[in-house]
């Protein structure tokens, strides 16, 4: 579409306004007094120095007259003689004040639009048009411009809403996350009721639609930024499977509408797990053998996991990671049994007391997630080569406490990143996996976990391996999914006093990308979450927030500038969002669409 | 002059000044008999929030810039006239519509040179170009050269009344062109609303005849053209004077304030010369009433000040006559209109026409600028076509 199509196919229609005033701080557009509101979108083709077609967000409008600068004294007026009354001759001086800012513009570089920052301006008196004016014609030809000057910043991957133009979602323009910044740190911000669930839903639905559309494609014919994205989604009301009471199912009914096959190389060995017996959970027709119960070894479990999840002091963590370092993957064992001997210097009487109690939710079977067995029996190796293979995998929390979800988490987290690590490093594959002579790089990345490494050596040889090329060859980490992990309730694990003395997620954040693993932050707050995590954030959902602090946070850490939002951060509706990243030249309000 | 004029002599001068300003206006202070006789026929109308039958009203308004550009004897005018349209809705919420299609707005220039042919054949285009009327058929239409004689000393034919034998002064009288332009435009606008057949016409100026019978006047033909054919469909010429220039008018006021308990809403019907009336030594030589006319001294709401109207003779004959109902419904519906928001106390078209025609000093210069930048075209961007000559001497000094 060139800039003569988009102006033709503009001005078949009426144009909105007239661009009044024009600076590098505020636009202000008189235009006819039509409905609109906050957040809608106009075009303002002009060609003044290149053919440019300039994209303008109202955030402020108000009423106006043609020729009586003060509405006032007319309404005080009506109130002061109760005969007085308005001619019929006011419609066509009824006119709407709109300002805002420009997003940016948009200009043909090499056949292609290229939207930039708002680095100009468009000429005096250029015509606008709204986005969402006039017809059904005439709105399917203004959708078409917009998509066509926003084409590279919709992006391609995976859907998440459409382009929302104040209180309508144009459907036809549809905004996606390319499926390789799922390997970098999304933030969602949202208050209790904005529909972050339905959010996460749409997600998922999007990220089955990506691999699916990616399993089928051949790998030269994917967009530039396409990759497989694997989803560790913590489930807290155990809903992502089946969706809400009434409807016809979540991830059961995506899979239900897919071919067996495809199915399959999405959902196959599981993609539900849940610390409900597995008995119950098979005995679900819609989850069957898909769903596992979860469950955990103590021998899964570091000291760096726990004290990224609960207070430690200084000497505690001390004391723990030598405990760790002297009784391997037995430590815990060791500690709540009573056989680590105290020491004068480091494994003091109270820091060894200090880290008893707080290992107290795993002693006996109090723990459903971490139960007590003498035999290592674990989920952890399999959700790993799950994960790896592009698999999503619904985590059903409801049963588990917070420590216990926040556990889960973090041993995933750190589990696969271990493993991300050890296979950037090695060259080969025994450099790698390590030969019964040389220990490989997953043995100096994993030291101690013996009984995990046996786990995933068993299934990383196997013929579905997924870091093994067809020949044996070491898979590079980019044909990798992206692995990205939800952390739901994220101040209660990211916040600065838990990660004062190091944490898994601090790592992940800081060098994640590299290794294609992901965060998303899910949280009712900005403000409670560590800087440090929130600077590594690059893709930003932000909804509606409950005051203005949470407010003020969201515009400081977003990727993109969304100053001019701010004030619509307080109003927006359920499922309305904006997306910000620093791969997007512009933020871009969404509408997610309800999950059906 | 670096306020050196402030001395004593200056003192003396203001209180003498003001002294004389005094005695002049007591000088034009009806007496008391002719008071007595003014008050008494005083009479209120009621305050207007319904009205028996919705009717349709019009109002005109001009404006312009005079002269928009100057060369020497040379001056081009620019006369702007607007016009509007409204019908009463008595029953619904908005009481006063504009009819669609009802707003035309003349636009002009007007050369004018103080050579005379020239200058005469500037009005003859304005006149037929402009306003779309010929002289011909204004005095043909009219009864301007039986009112012309009737008025005055000698007989005027139709014959008479050529654009040569009018009289205009050179045009380098700017104040007088423009009113001249001005009241043609305005009152060329006015005839043209004929047409949607308003039940009144309402005109923002007196309907005076300062000339007729002395000498030939444009804006006089015009206004026995336009009040002859308004009266022949029925329509009121209504001219609005916000200045009455009735001395001691506002001792009218106080009469029928503190003697009839009015504060509003009332009206004075002025004794008329055209009615055979004898004129009240206080109004003597003023033209009010004017010639062929009857005048109402007036007021609509406590927040105005007394206006005049000023009504064509043969249409109060017909219409009015002295019938105090027929009279409370006239201002009844005048006052009807007052009431919009935005002009409450005063006739929303004319306010409304006033609006549409009055330039903006951007609307001003942007008219100046077109000239200037087709000046500059044709090679005339010089001298005082570019800048006021007053403004470039003055500059120099």
């Known amino acids: 579409m060139t800039y003569n199509d988009i102006v033709q196919n503009l001005e078949k229609d009426e144009f909105f306004g007239v661009l009044a005033h024009a600076s590098t701080t505020e636009i202000v557009i008189y235009a006819k007094n039509q409905d609109t509101s906050i957040g809608d979108l106009y075009l303002i083709p002009s060609d003044r120095g290149g053919e440019r077609v300039y994209l303008f967000r109202m955030s402020v409008y108000a009423n106006a007259l043609r020729r009586e600068e003060d509405m006032e004294f007319m309404a005080k007026n009506e109130l002061a003689w109760v005969d007085a009354y308005y001619a019929e001759d006011l419609d066509k001086d009824k006119l709407l004040k709109l300002s805002g800012v420009l997003l940016g513009y948009a200009e043909l570089e090499d056949d292609k639009w290229k939207f930039r920052t708002p680095r100009k301006l468009p000429a005096h008196l250029s015509k ?22 926003l084409e590279e910043q919709l992006g391609e991957g995976v859907y998440v809403g459409d382009l ?29 009721g904005t529909g972050k669930s339905n959010n996460l839903m749409v997600l998922i639905d999007s990220i089955y639609a990506n691999n699916l559309r990616l399993i089928n494609t051949p790998r030269t014919d994917w967009f530039p930024k396409d990759r497989m994205v694997s989803l560790f989604a913590v489930d807290p009301h155990d809903e992502f499977a089946k969706w809400k009471p009434g409807t016809s199912g979540g991830i059961t009914k995506i899979l239900k509408r897919m071919n067996p096959r495809d199915a399959g190389l999405l959902a196959d060995p599981f993609f539900y797990i849940s610390c409900r017996e597995e008995g119950t959970i098979q005995a679900d027709p819609e989850i069957g053998t898909r769903g596992r119960k979860i469950i955990l070894h103590r021998k899964d479990l570091t000291p760096d996991d726990i004290i990224s999840i609960m207070e430690f002091t200084d000497l505690m963590s001390a004391a723990a990671e030598l405990i760790g370092e002297m009784h391997g993957e037995e430590w815990i064992s060791a500690v709540l049994n009573g056989d680590v001997e105290q020491d004068e210097n480091v494994i003091s009487k109270m820091s060894l007391a200090g880290i008893n109690r707080r290992l107290g939710f795993l002693a006996g079977n109090r723990s459903a997630l971490v139960p007590n067995s003498s035999t290592y029996n674990s989920l952890l190796a399999d959700i790993v080569i799950a994960l790896e293979s592009g698999r999503l995998i619904d985590v059903d929390t409801s049963l588990m406490t917070e420590v216990e979800q926040f556990l889960l988490t973090t041993v995933v987290a750190r589990t696969i990143f271990a493993l991300r690590k050890a296979l950037k490093s090695a060259c080969n594959w025994d450099g790698f996996i390590g030969t019964a002579k040389q220990p490989g790089e997953m043995d100096r990345h994993i030291p ?20 093994r090329e067809a020949g044996g060859t070491l898979r590079n980490i980019n044909q990798l999914p992206a692995i990205n992990i939800i952390i739901e309730e994220a101040p209660s694990i990211l916040n600065p006093a838990r990660l004062k003395f190091g944490s898994v997620f ?24 560590d800087t440090g995590i929130l600077s590594q954030v690059n893709t930003e959902i932000t909804m509606a927030l409950g005051n203005d602090e949470e407010r003020q946070a969201a515009v400081h850490t977003a990727s993109a500038d969304i100053f001019s939002f701010k004030r619509e951060l307080q109003v927006m509706g359920t499922g309305q969002a904006i997306l910000s990243a620093s791969y997007k030249n512009v933020p871009l309000p969404v509408q997610v669409p309800e999950f059906k | 002059m ?3 004029f402030l001395d004593q002599t200056l003192l003396n001068a203001s209180k003498e000044a003001i002294q004389r300003f005094k005695d002049a206006i007591e000088g034009s202070k009806p007496s008391d008999k002719e008071l007595e006789a003014l008050g008494a026929k005083i009479r209120p109308y009621d305050h207007a929030r319904t009205l028996p039958a919705d009717f349709r009203i019009s109002a005109v308004d001009g404006s312009g810039e005079y002269p928009v550009l100057q060369q020497d004897d040379i001056f081009v005018h620019f006369a702007t006239a607007a016009g509007v349209t409204y019908e009463t809705h008595t029953n619904r919420q908005s009481k006063i519509a504009a009819i669609d299609g009802s707003s035309p707005l003349l636009k002009q220039f007007i050369l004018l040179r103080d050579e005379k042919k020239t200058l005469s054949e500037g009005y003859r285009e304005f006149v037929e170009h402009g306003i779309g009327l010929k002289l011909k058929d204004l005095v043909d239409g009219s009864d301007y050269c039986q009112a012309y004689s009737s008025q005055g000393k000698k007989t005027l034919s139709p014959s008479q009344v050529t654009w040569s034998g009018m009289g205009f002064s050179q045009a380098s009288q700017i104040a007088s ?7 043609t435009a305005e009152l060329g606008m006015a005839i043209r609303l004929l047409e949607k057949q308003p039940r009144y016409l309402l005109l923002d100026t007196s309907l005076v005849y300062f000339l007729l019978g002395d000498s030939i006047f444009l804006p006089e033909i015009f206004k026995r053209y336009l009040v002859n054919q308004a009266t022949a469909q029925g329509t009121a010429v209504v001219a609005l004077c916000k200045s009455h220039n009735i001395p001691n008018g506002d001792l009218i006021g106080r009469i029928a304030k503190e003697e009839h308990g009015f504060k509003d809403h009332w009206y004075l019907r002025l004794p008329s010369s055209a009615l055979g009336e004898p004129t009240p030594n206080f109004l003597k030589d003023k033209e009010i009433p004017p010639k062929l006319c009857v005048s109402y001294l007036f007021k609509f709401e406590a927040t105005s000040f007394p206006m005049r109207i000023d009504l064509d003779v043969v249409w109060w004959s017909q219409n009015l006559a002295d019938d105090p109902i027929k009279e409370a419904r006239f201002f009844g519906d005048l006052d009807f209109t007052c009431h919009e928001v935005r002009s409450y106390g005063y006739p ?14 951007q609307e001003r210069k942007a008219v100046k600028d077109i000239l200037l930048k087709q000046a500059q075209h044709e090679g005339l961007a010089r001298g005082s076509v570019v800048q006021d000559p007053e403004a470039v001497h003055m500059g120099g000094i």
């Open chain 1, 128 to 149: 606008v048009y709204k986005v969402g004016f006039g017809g059904d014609q005439a709105i399917l030809r203004q959708q078409k411009c917009l998509a066509a000057i």
């Open chain 1, 506 to 529: 601090r790592d992940i954040s800081r060098q994640g990308r590299k290794f294609g693993i992901g965060l998303t932050v899910v949280s009712q707050q900005v403000t409670e979450i």
């Open chain 2, 348 to 361: 929303y078209p004319m306010h409304a026409a006033h609006r549409r025609a009055s330039l903006t000093s």
């Open chain 1, 448 to 467: 101690f976990q013996i009984s995990l490494k046996a786990a995933l050596r068993e299934r990383l040889t196997a013929e579905n391996s997924p870091y």
């Open chain 1, 164 to 192: 929302l133009a104040g209180e309508r979602a144009l459907t036809g323009v549809r905004v996606n996350i390319p499926g390789e910044y799922f390997a970098h740190h999304l933030g969602v911000f949202g208050r209790t």
């Open chain 2, 177 to 183: 062109h423009a009113y001249l332009l001005r009241s």
């Open chain 2, 2 to 4: 670096d306020f050196d």
